[in-house]
């Protein structure tokens, strides 16, 4: 059977995700377990909360490293897809340097802070190509738009709402919450196949 | 571009809707997961889940119902009503809800407001006011209404804000069952005071009223309750007609 490891860190509600990874067939478990998840065939790295107190959670448990190692396709939510990024100026401080050279920002320019709600995804490309629409959006720090950038949106600027490299990807967004746009994101995801590196 | 939110509210006493409310289409209108999926297909962009069951032994019931609702909808959904500790708001949380908001705790102590913003992130933090409009002033109201404070509602929004409330959701009460549309001047204000996002709520009768509080693009979402409930305004149409108006929506 196919499993999805949804990697504990203590990092606040994984119960949405794991919810909608079971509406979607995916046999999702929640685990902290490294022999668990490098067996598992797809890893959600959820994510809510502050980037610092993560990345200490992710350091001291050692899942950094098996996070890096691992060669399933593994997908980073909100928070989970900025601590793959270089740098983040929550906490000014580096991250697990999946995406390199991208960095994390906070909202300056923008009308209001956070943002909430529903915004349109633009320049889709790659694994998002077919999702030019609204998903669900709740963040005060976001992701420059970068190379690996499969799209993006506009919030006061262009930020980047959706990462790719490699067997790693990531949603700026909650999948988990935007209807049936998310879970349709969220089954390529499911139906992806594993790529030895 | 951001949307603006509609957000249907669910009053929920022990684990049961009340309101009357009246749809063919359900099997269990008094359901609140029924009626959360409702929503959820017709487009409601988030949903509210405001808890008025009187006794703390009873709120178990909350806990699992919002575990449920997790479970079975896909679009955001904040939980409120008699929410005292940041212990209790993480139970909420971990079950599911996207947000909780605080009102009636947090004014008696407004600490509140920075321990949840610190342990949960301010995004997840939604100050709900309650005011009322009393010789040309705003004042704030707790306990759904029910006990007077001196609070100025400008004063204390902006409080709640800097101590890192993430969301403000405003009820007039002096607009609150009218249906004579949302007191969109007290709105405005505390857009121009705030920089974060403002639900407005209370007093919502017809599309139109939705079109009002919009229309300036201040106003990030609105709350309605019995006007969904008893199907006055159907969310797709009203959708619909708030895009043929030129007012960015989901559709």
Redesign the interface.
């Known amino acids: 059977m196919k499993k999805t490891a949804i990697i504990d860190y203590g990092s606040?509600?994984v119960?949405?995700v794991f919810?909608?990874i079971?509406?979607l067939g995916g046999n999702p478990f929640i685990t902290n377990d490294p022999a668990e998840i490098r067996k598992a065939d797809k890893v959600i790295l959820p994510g809510?909360?502050?980037a610092k107190f993560a990345m200490e959670q992710l350091k001291s448990t050692g899942l950094d490293k098996v996070i890096l190692s691992l060669t399933q396709p593994v997908m980073g939510i909100c928070l989970g897809m900025q601590l793959m990024c270089e740098y983040t100026e929550e906490g000014n401080m580096n991250g697990l340097g999946i995406f390199p050279n991208v960095k994390v920002r906070k909202f300056v320019d923008s009308?209001?802070?956070?943002?909430?709600?529903?915004?349109?995804l633009i320049d889709c490309k790659g694994m998002m190509k077919d999702y030019v629409s609204?998903v669900?959006f709740?963040?005060?720090y976001f992701v420059e738009v970068n190379p690996y950038s499969t799209s993006n949106a506009?919030?006061g600027g262009v930020f980047s709402t959706s990462l790719q490299k490699d067997n790693f990807y990531g949603c700026q967004f909650?999948p988990?919450?935007?209807?049936?746009t998310?879970?349709d994101i969220l089954r390529d995801f499911l139906n992806l196949k594993t790529i030895e590196k | 571009m951001l949307k603006k939110r509609i957000i249907p509210c669910l009053d929920i006493k022990e684990g049961r809707t009340v309101k009357g409310v009246n749809f063919e289409g359900l099997r269990d209108a008094g359901d609140p997961v029924e009626l959360a999926k409702y929503y959820s297909k017709e487009g409601a962009d988030e949903l509210v889940l405001l808890d008025i069951t009187a006794t703390q032994e009873k709120r178990k019931t909350m806990v699992d119902l919002v575990r449920q609702i997790a479970s079975e909808i896909n679009i955001p959904f904040t939980v409120g009503g008699g929410i005292n500790t940041a212990e209790e708001a993480l139970v909420l949380l971990q079950s599911g809800a996207d947000k909780v908001s605080i009102n009636s705790a947090a004014v008696r102590n407004p600490e509140l407001i920075r321990l949840m913003a610190d342990k949960f992130g301010s995004q997840c933090v939604v100050l709900a006011v309650d005011a009322k409009f009393i010789d040309s002033e705003w004042i704030v109201f707790l306990s759904g209404g029910r006990i007077q404070t001196e609070l100025n509602l400008f004063d204390w929004v902006k409080k709640g804000v800097e101590l890192g409330a993430g969301e403000i959701l405003f009820t007039s009460m002096d607009h609150d069952g009218t249906k004579e549309g949302f007191a969109i001047e007290a709105l405005e204000k505390l857009s121009q005071i705030v920089s974060v996002p403002i639900i407005a709520s209370g007093g919502c009768g017809k599309k139109e009223h939705f079109f009002d509080v919009f229309e300036s693009g201040n106003i990030d979402a609105a709350l309605a309750a019995s006007v969904f409930h008893f199907r006055e305004i159907e969310i797709p149409q009203l959708k619909k007609y708030l895009r043929d108006k030129g007012i960015s929506v989901r559709i």
């Open positions: 606040g509600n119960f949405s919810a909608a079971n509406r809510v909360g502050h009308p209001k802070v956070p943002h909430i709600g529903w915004n349109e609204e669900y709740v963040h005060s506009q919030y909650h988990e919450k935007s209807g049936t998310g879970e």
